[in-house]
């Protein structure tokens, strides 16, 4: 399978192999994310798990377009970007697990992964406050001359907080090297956003701040590509920073144990049609990009990759506890210097 000219020019110039990985990368969140729902059901996992299926065409797009030397900075929403980003899966799933071989050493959970080495700079609980992070990463890379762009991911709902709009402020007073990708997935927890936003289209909210801003159907991948693509751009050549509205659908409950009595199946279904994977595989397939058989053994390859992870996770030893211990560093990490 190869691109052609004319499906080069389709596909944003990338290369059949680049399209098939994105593909890869997309089969991969949703079989981890289906896994960690059976897993929680099982009480491997604890806490609370917010799942990402139905929005990997966000984070496949918009990271693909980030160089490795890029930072990322996200929400409690974090598996999809980890895993576009190319953190371990059994890391991933040993932090779920409460395991001394996660992510973030088993302490942080579903909501905190993190890893230092990709950039990766964690998913954050409280909503919004994440914005401001980002803010101080972009003053830093600014005052330090880098070449280096943050993109920070949240929902829709968090752009109705003062974080959101001192972040947006802040980030164009400086010219600060920040996307804001908002993952619009039309509800904020269970409030679907007609009723808990005035200003539906995200995306207008940034003329507030005077800064550049643009709409794209999330579902899409190789139009969020794009549109990150531009997004980052933008950002990296110090033009300031981007506010990117990424329309979605989260096709599972806002967590683990939501029932959902907000929607009604039928609305579910409908989104159903437009399931991002299925849609780019059609896609793929039709263009004489991916066979069939292609597809099906990398699906088979992530069922296999994520059930190895969850034999990692447990067969991994718990996590250490001396985090509770009040002399430890943990409790105290800066004793040594005050």
Not at 5 to 32: H, K, N
Request: aromatic share 8%.
């Amino acid at each position: 399978m190869a691109t052609t000219p004319e499906t080069t020019e389709r596909y944003a110039g990338l290369s059949a192999e680049q399209l098939i990985d994105m593909y890869r990368q997309m089969v991969l969140i949703r079989v981890f994310e289906e896994k960690c729902q059976e897993m929680y059901t099982r009480a491997k996992i604890g806490g609370f798990l917010h799942l990402y299926v139905g929005q990997e065409a966000v984070a496949v797009g918009t990271i693909n377009a980030l160089k490795p030397e890029d930072h990322i900075i996200t929400h409690y929403r974090d598996h999809g970007h980890a895993l576009a980003r190319g953190l371990d899966p059994k890391a991933l799933m040993a932090e779920l697990f409460g395991k001394a071989t996660g992510c973030a050493a088993g302490l942080g959970g579903s909501m905190h992964f993190v890893d230092v080495s990709k950039r990766f700079w964690g998913g954050y609980a409280i909503v919004g406050s994440h914005l401001l992070m980002a803010c101080g990463m972009g003053t830093a890379l600014k005052l330090q001359k880098k070449p280096e762009v943050v993109m920070v991911f949240f929902g829709d709902g968090a752009t109705n907080g003062g974080e959101f709009y001192e972040a947006l402020n802040f980030a164009k007073l400086g010219k600060l090297p920040v996307v804001f990708v908002c993952e619009n997935n039309l509800f904020a927890m269970g409030t679907p956003i007609a009723v808990h936003s005035s200003v539906q289209e995200i995306y207008r909210k940034a003329c507030a701040f005077d800064m550049t801003a643009e709409r794209v159907d999330g579902n899409d991948l190789i139009a969020t590509y794009e549109a990150a693509l531009r997004a980052v751009e933008h950002a990296r050549s110090g033009q300031g920073p981007v506010l990117l509205e990424c329309v979605t659908y989260r096709l599972r409950g806002h967590s683990a144990q939501d029932t959902q009595k907000y929607r009604t199946k039928e609305e579910i279904e409908k989104y159903r049609a437009r399931d991002p994977n299925q849609v780019f595989r059609k896609k793929l397939i039709e263009d004489g990009i991916l066979s069939e058989e292609q597809a099906q053994q990398i699906e088979r390859q992530m069922e296999q990759v994520v059930d190895e992870a969850v034999q990692f996770a447990d067969q991994s030893p718990p996590a250490e506890e001396k985090w509770l211990d009040p002399t430890s560093a943990y409790a105290n990490p800066i004793a040594d210097k005050y």
